[in-house]
């Protein structure tokens, strides 16, 4: 299990494609200080596809409409795109770029 220490520090989860390129999960801030997770992002390593998740839905009502918080709706939506795309993504994730000497 040694490829766990390669995880960047700000990744909450980790999907392995079918091309060996890793979707990783990790949350977006706020500006704010102390900065607050907003939204979680879901991102292919093997390919440019994304895909981002508010923490934050917004309800209408009749005349009002109002936002709810709900981080852990965000982070399972997340993970489910992130396993779906990672079984279909056969994207061969680009070799580090060496310099030349
Ligand atoms: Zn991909």
Known sequence: ?????????????RYLTVGGATVDLTHR???H???APLATLASCTGCPTAEEFSHYRL????TTQREEHEPAAADAKARAWAQSHAE?????PKPPVTPQQ
């Open 59 to 62: 309800i209408r009502g009749m």
């Open 29 to 31: 801030l706020t500006v």
């Open 88 to 92: 279909t993504c056969r994207a061969i």
């Open 1 to 13: 299990m040694t490829e766990q220490t390669d995880w960047p520090e700000n990744v909450t989860a």
């Open 33 to 35: 200080t102390p900065p």
